[in-house]
T-cell receptor, first 114, second 118 residues
Framework: GAVVSQHPSWVICKSGTSVKIECRSL??????MFWYRQFPKQSLMLMAT?????????EQGVEKDKFLINHASLTLSTLTVTSAHPEDSSFYIC??????????FGQGTRLTVV | AQTVTQSQPEMSVQEAETVTLSCTYD???????LFWYKQPPSRQMILVIR??????QNATENRFSVNFQKAAKSFSLKISDSQLGDTAMYFC???????????????FGAGTQVVVTP
């Protein structure tokens, strides 16, 4: 299957700083990318849908100014957690599709804010 | 809005035995897809099996099969001949048959932790 790569796999940042997570489709052009958040032992919660060249569509309750999503090319979407706080600590997962293909998932990024 | 319910937080099964995971969903959509995903300790999401709602025939992938009851909005997963490598969290997921700009948008259930013991 197609490969989606997230970077970094884990990151620790200080409270009040911003951190960027990248999601890349390595061998296909991703028309749509999705960002999910997963708390320990819980399910994946969709945060936003990202289409190349368009503004991201955020799910209800997700702060747009806190979680900045950019999908500048067909192979790269980024999630920036701005002014991170300990409650933003979580596991973030992206997925990508090309047209009507199945969704391919990245390996996830563990964010810890100290 | 759709809801996906997995009522079994954890299931334990011995190697070579069979285990069935339950999933129910609620939707007003007529055209949709259902999935089972596996998330092992590595936390990489792996697609196990997919079912198109318009297909009456239950999907099968090797040791994995589903029992899709559309009228009852039920979508259970059967793992046969369980192996140690099947130990993982299993998520049931729903996807509306939408346009290309939202294709792949998944709503997940709470998950069922499957533990396969020797």
């Amino acid at each position: 299957g197609a490969v989606v790569s997230q970077h970094p796999s884990w990151v620790i940042c200080k409270s009040g700083t911003s951190v960027k997570i990248e999601c890349r489709s390595l061998d296909f052009q991703a028309t749509t990318m999705f960002w999910y958040r997963q708390f320990p032992k819980q399910s994946l919660m969709l945060m936003a849908t990202s289409n190349e060249g368009s503004k991201a569509t955020y799910e209800q309750g997700v702060e747009k100014d806190k979680f900045l999503i950019n999908h500048a090319s067909l192979t790269l979407s980024t999630l920036t957690v701005t002014s991170a706080h300990p409650e933003d600590s979580s596991f973030y997962i992206c997925s990508a599709t090309q047209g009507y293909t199945e969704a391919f998932f990245g390996q996830g990024t563990r964010l810890t804010v100290v | 809005a759709q809801t996906v319910t997995q009522s079994q937080p954890e299931m334990s099964v011995q190697e070579a035995e069979t285990v069935t995971l339950s999933c129910t969903y609620d939707t007003s959509e007529s055209n949709y897809y259902l999935f089972w995903y596996k998330q092992p300790p590595s936390r990489q999401m792996i697609l196990v099996i997919r079912q198109e709602a318009y297909k009456q025939q239950n999907a099968t992938e090797n040791r994995f099969s589903v029992n899709f009851q559309k009228a009852a909005k039920s979508f259970s997963l059967k793992i046969s001949d369980s192996q140690l490598g099947d130990t993982a969290m299993y998520f049931c997921a729903f996807m509306k048959h939408g346009g290309a700009d939202s294709w792949g948008k998944l709503q997940f259930g709470a998950g069922t932790q499957v533990v396969v013991t020797p």
